[in-house]
């Protein structure tokens, strides 16, 4: 009787788990090294973002609103909260100044330009040089990733604004 009791007990965490793994991969999927999802907050679409890490650096794209967000995060720093450090982003031959707004461990540069993001989709390497450092975010399969992150975003922004008021959006990035 206990063995037939564990034993159910133990197919229904399997299912559990099961279901809530599907879940999230309606939520995320992969392209390249990269993780695409969806953010919402009280059930309206916000987001969607692309991340990664390399070494000790965590990397993310954020697409939402109001552009592109670049956030990168160490537990390496010890940053400022709250200050705007001037940084200089370099894609190619391609450059153009920016701020880094901080938290204590990492950093969020919005990135502006038009032109300088279309370069960021085919260089190989991203650099951001502070006054201290330069930081090489590597790009590996960023291209189709950044492309899944606009999708992502564009069909998201529109569902979320032609939907059927009476039926919950689908939540894949």
Avoid at 71 to 98: F, I, N
Avoid at 105 to 117: C, E, H, Q, Y
Avoid at 142 to 154: Q, V
Wanted: hydrophobic share 40%; net charge positive.
């Amino acid at each position: 009787m206990r063995t037939c009791f564990a034993l159910a007990f133990m197919s229904l965490l399997i299912a559990q788990g099961i279901a809530q793994a599907q879940s999230q991969d309606e939520q995320s999927v992969k392209v390249g090294p990269w993780t695409i999802a969806t953010t919402y907050k009280a059930d309206k679409f916000d987001n969607c973002t692309m991340s990664s890490s390399a070494e000790d650096l965590g990397i993310s794209f954020v697409r939402n609103q109001d552009g592109l967000l670049l956030g990168l995060d160490s537990s390496k720093w010890k940053l400022e909260r709250g200050k705007a450090y001037s940084v200089r982003l370099v894609a190619g031959s391609t450059s153009v100044g920016a701020k880094a707004l901080a938290e204590t461990k990492g950093v969020t540069i919005a990135l502006a330009d038009r032109p300088f993001n279309e370069r960021l989709r085919t260089a190989n390497v991203l650099e951001v040089r502070g006054e201290g450092a330069t930081i090489h975010v590597p790009r590996m399969g960023s291209a189709a990733a950044l492309e899944r992150l606009d999708a992502c975003f564009d069909k998201n922004q529109r569902e979320s604004t032609e939907t059927n008021p009476f039926v919950a959006p689908s939540r894949k990035p």
